[in-house]
């Protein structure tokens, strides 16, 4: 019988500090010298290449010194309320709004446009891509426009091993090479994954290894 867990190290909040720029040090540089009354920001990217991160470190960093950010997204309740004491309006998984939430986000661009709060947003595709109505495409498209490139192989390994560090996790070679050979580099999925592995290992009181990796896969029917 294993032993229940205890949830013993939190999850780490995001900043812009834990985040691994790679390839995307310009969008990061943006986000940390945003002012208000900027124009709106775009992020676009496949998934776990660090949008929702950026997004909440951006809104983390605003909140850390005082103004209100209003965050919205496809699991945001209608209706989405507008607030002019605000700072700051964030759209995450602009690609999944359904024909309610593309209204009120327009209406979001509208009424933050109108008193000269910026817009940050997120999606999988670029603004002319995006199965949304015309005039959203347009505002998020409107600004700046970052596209998110994933992290090489040796950048995911740098944040898997940092993240185990933190957990104090001995997360070996052996093991980092087989997480990245087998699973895709969508960050997302493996830290879910490593969440997982912690669970298990404490649960099984074993060290983190390849046989207990694939034994707790096998349990998945992963």
């Not at 950026?54 to 850390?64: D, H, K, P, V």
């Not at 999606?123 to 970052?146: A, C, H, Q, S």
């Not at 969440?195 to 046989?211: C, G, I, N």
Request: proline residues 7%.
């Amino acid at each position: 019988m294993r032993q229940i867990p205890l949830a013993i190290a939190p999850p780490p909040a995001r900043s812009f500090d834990s985040f691994l720029p790679g390839r995307n040090r310009a969008a990061l540089e943006h986000l940390e010298q945003l002012a208000p009354h900027a124009a709106p920001t775009y992020l676009w990217g496949a998934a776990g290449c660090g949008k929702t991160h950026l997004l909440r470190a951006l809104a983390s960093a605003w909140q850390g010194r005082g103004d209100r950010v209003a965050w919205f997204g496809p699991g945001v309740a209608l209706p989405w309320e507008f607030d002019e004491r605000g700072a700051l309006v964030v759209l995450d998984d602009c690609d999944a709004l359904d024909d309610a939430r593309q209204h009120a986000a327009f209406a979001l661009f509208v009424q933050a446009s109108t008193v000269g709060i910026p817009v940050v947003s997120a999606g999988k595709w670029p603004p002319v891509d995006l199965p949304l109505r015309e005039d959203l495409r347009t505002r998020l498209g409107w600004g700046l426009v970052f596209a998110l490139q994933p992290l090489s192989e040796a950048e995911a390994r740098a944040v898997l091993r940092r993240e185990a560090d933190r957990r104090g996790i001995r997360l070996g070679d052996e093991v980092l090479d087989f997480l990245l050979t087998r699973f895709a580099r969508d960050l997302t999925q493996l830290m879910a994954l490593l969440d997982r592995l912690d669970e298990f290992a404490l649960a099984s009181q074993r060290a983190v290894t390849v046989p207990l990796l694939k034994k707790m896969l096998d349990e998945e029917g992963t």
